[in-house]
């Protein structure tokens, strides 16, 4: 269980920030800026919060009220920096080894060589490190950490500095640690794919404070996230699991709750749990369900709540029995059909607008 | 060949610079570490008071040392019982010869460790290291080259010290006539011209000679960081 209750000045800047979780991968989600990582800066102990406390699976790691507020060096928390900030004046094998050596063996449960299996570093230990790409960087940085044995994983934006390519390959490692280690990470970001795919548990930070939190499916449904992905990435989030492939066709079928989702090839297997975001710009809505049409994905909904119409542009908020989908369709579209609350109607999704990033195994 | 007289000057002359170097390195480089990456009330004053020697006449600094270790001084009245004397001993030039290079050395060491990255200091700490664990293993090896070029100058400037050294500790043969001092002495005896001669092309093969040593150190220590 992660407890985290502070508040701090940074400047002319004030960070309030609480929540609560014991989900493998809580995300700190808001815009560049918002303080998101001075508060993985007060959870590793390099940023002194003015009240509060934290806690890590009931070890108080600060407590304003009790004056406790142990030193970094004391507090078990792996990090992993945005550039990495490997030490560059040692190999990637005595990069991985500072922290290893500095934990008592008794303490140490993770082993070297699982390490160096999980994130593929065996071919790079005799390397320095200006030889290696961002990706390995990254990849020794997350190593380092975690032969520390840290109670806790602290992500500050790790594909920040990393290509599109590169990200792909460390969110599979990320992925591949929650599922292998069971070591509970906090990941910060300000990229919405990354933090639909990660979370398990989310916190939106605004202008320093924590906005919403929640389990992410919900949270990622929620309308304040449009204002922080910005208006173009509004939308909604579905968990669910795969149904089966059409080879044939080359498609996937994920089933939900309440319904079906058809999307291009996804790299899964049958009863795998994924979670897929649905923009709402990319949902249009029709009063029947069209009987020639191109689109895959018809989803019969009701109607829950259309947003003050200012300009051009209206989102309406619908129910696919429980599970939500918001629509973004022009106010005359809306006018047309006179939408409103309670009405029944069918959400068109196109199978390749399904953002495929944003389709994780959650 | 240098005779048996000029190797003597020339050992004494290494043997006081060397000694300076060592004295002054540890404290120097934790004085450079606290002017790097601390702030404290004074530090302006502090800064200053270090870089004294590099602006005051040498003259000035032997006459100060004179007054404070002489065998009236407050520190020499302390040390004599302990049976340290450095008035007139060649224990007291390197002390001159120290606190002549001290700022040199100060200087360079403490740009070498502003410009190592402090958040790899703390990227060390939260892999469990204590502050001088990290001092030790992180940002002294990333300041090396700054350590070794700075240790140069000031061995350098201990090779060179002549004023607060005759001042101090005087000119005394086999004590503390230093290579300068006896390249003093000979120019100011008639028919000293080429004996003065010889012990200038020394002092200079002696600076070469350190330079080069620097040299290949400061490479060796760019390789390992490279490695």
């Known amino acids: 269980m992660l407890e985290v209750d502070i508040e701090m000045r940074r400047g002319s800047f004030a960070v309030q920030v609480a929540f609560a979780s014991d989900a493998p991968i809580v995300a700190l989600f808001g815009r560049s800026g918002a303080g998101k990582s001075t508060v993985v800066n007060a959870i590793a102990g390099i940023a002194r919060p003015t009240r509060g406390r934290i806690a890590i699976g009931g070890r108080v790691l600060f407590d304003s009220a009790r004056g406790i507020d142990l030193p970094p060096e004391r507090r078990h928390v792996g990090y992993v920096f945005q550039d990495a900030l490997l030490f560059p004046h040692m190999s990637v094998r005595s990069n991985l080894a500072y922290g290893e050596s500095l934990t008592p063996a008794s303490e140490r449960f993770i082993e070297r060589g699982r390490v160096l299996d999980l994130l593929g570093l065996h071919g790079i230990l005799d390397r320095g490190t200006r030889e290696l790409s961002g990706g390995e960087r990254q990849r020794v940085a997350i190593g380092r950490a975690l032969l520390s044995s840290p109670r806790i994983l602290l992500m500050d934006e790790p594909l920040a500095?990393?290509?599109?390519?590169?990200?792909?390959?460390?969110?599979?490692?990320?992925?591949?640690?929650?599922?292998?280690?069971r070591l509970p990470m906090v990941y910060v970001s300000h990229a919405i794919e990354e933090v639909t795919r990660l979370a398990d548990h989310l916190v939106l930070v605004s202008e320093g404070k924590s906005i919403v939190e929640g389990p992410a499916g919900e949270v990622l449904g929620r309308p304040e996230l449009s204002p922080l992905t910005g208006r173009h990435e509004a939308g909604a989030v579905i968990e669910t699991r795969v149904a089966r492939h059409?080879?044939?066709?080359?498609?996937?079928?994920?089933?939900?709750?309440?319904?079906e989702l058809v999307l291009p090839n996804m790299d899964a297997l049958p009863g795998e749990p994924v979670r897929a975001r649905i923009r709402a710009r990319d949902v249009a809505l029709a009063l029947e369900p069209p009987r020639r049409a191109s689109v895959q994905n018809v989803l019969r909904a009701e109607i829950v709540r259309i947003s003050e119409a200012f300009g051009a542009i209206v989102d309406v908020e619908l129910r696919i029995g429980s599970t939500p989908l918001i629509a973004r369709i022009t106010r005359k579209a809306a006018t047309d059909l006179a939408l409103a609350p309670g009405t029944t109607v069918y959400?068109?999704?196109?199978?390749?607008?399904?953002d495929r990033r944003s389709v994780g195994f959650a | 060949m240098p005779t048996a007289a000029e190797l003597d000057i020339v050992l004494l002359s290494l043997k006081v610079a060397l000694c300076a170097l060592l004295v002054s390195l540890p404290v120097a480089v934790a004085v450079a570490f606290v002017l790097a990456r601390k702030d404290f009330p004074g530090k302006t004053l502090f800064d200053a008071a270090v870089h004294l020697p590099l602006v005051l006449p040498p003259v000035v600094v032997g006459y100060a040392l004179l007054l404070l270790f002489g065998a009236r001084g407050p520190i020499g009245r302390m040390l004599e019982p302990l049976g340290v004397v450095l008035m007139f001993r060649w224990t007291g030039a390197a002390l001159a010869a120290a606190i002549m290079g001290f700022p040199l050395l100060v200087r360079a060491v403490r740009l070498a460790i502003e410009a190592v990255d402090p958040r790899l200091e703390i990227a060390a700490r939260t892999l469990g290291a204590?502050?001088?664990?990290?001092?030790?293993?992180?940002?002294?090896?990333?300041?090396?080259?700054?350590?070794?070029?700075?240790?140069?100058?000031?061995?350098?400037?201990?090779?060179?010290?002549f004023g607060a050294t005759i001042t101090f500790v005087s000119n005394i043969p086999g004590e503390t006539r230093t290579l300068p001092l006896a390249i003093y002495t000979?120019?100011?005896?008639?028919?000293?011209?080429?004996a003065a001669l010889r012990l200038a092309v020394l002092s200079v093969l002696l600076s070469l000679a350190a330079l080069a040593v620097s040299e290949r150190l400061v490479r060796r220590s760019m390789q390992a960081r490279h490695a």
């Open chain 1, 161 to 181: 500095s990393l290509d599109a390519a590169r990200r792909a390959e460390i969110l599979q490692y990320v992925e591949l640690l929650r599922d292998e280690l």
């Open chain 1, 246 to 259: 059409d080879e044939a066709f080359g498609l996937s079928i994920l089933a939900f709750a309440d319904g």
């Open chain 1, 347 to 354: 959400a068109l999704v196109k199978a390749v607008s399904i």
């Open chain 2, 130 to 161: 204590r502050r001088w664990r990290v001092f030790f293993t992180v940002t002294l090896p990333l300041a090396m080259p700054g350590v070794i070029t700075g240790s140069l100058l000031s061995f350098a400037r201990a090779l060179g010290e």
């Open chain 2, 186 to 194: 000979f120019t100011q005896s008639p028919g000293g011209d080429e």
